[in-house]
């Protein structure tokens, strides 16, 4: 069974770090690209984080470049999603999802076929 699961979630205070795991099963992260995902209230998903089958690519959407940081370690079949300087509006359900493609996206229609239930974010004082 091809499954993602994450965890790292919780309830931190303003400018306080995080750091999410993807821990995936049935599949090997070296023959994926692996996008982070988020949800808000209200609001529609959308893209935060990506990283290339080999690591060498990563991109960020703007609202949290110079704050988040997406990792893999293949060795564990883990990735990982380092946030800091976190803000009220981080606040979300965080998705990690799978794609069967070397290249990285930030459009969660583009090919992604593998997603995890979601961990939940709240950044509130």
């Known amino acids: 069974q091809l499954q993602l699961v994450e965890s790292g979630g919780g309830l931190v205070r303003p400018g306080e770090s995080l750091r999410l795991s993807c821990s995936a099963s049935g599949f090997s992260l070296s023959d994926v690209g692996i996008g982070w995902f988020r949800q808000a209230p209200g609001k529609e998903r959308e893209g935060v984080s990506c990283i290339r089958t080999d690591g060498n690519r990563v991109d960020y959407a703007d609202s949290v470049k110079g704050r988040f940081i997406i990792r893999k370690d293949t060795t564990k079949n883990t990735a990982f999603l380092e946030m800091s300087s976190l803000k009220p509006e981080d606040t979300a359900v965080y998705y990690c999802?799978?794609?069967?493609?070397?290249?990285?996206?930030?459009?969660?229609?583009?090919?992604?076929?593998?997603w995890g239930q979601g961990t939940q974010v709240t950044v509130s004082s």
């Open positions: 999802a799978a794609r069967p493609f070397r290249t990285c996206s930030l459009d969660e229609s583009n090919g992604y076929n593998i």
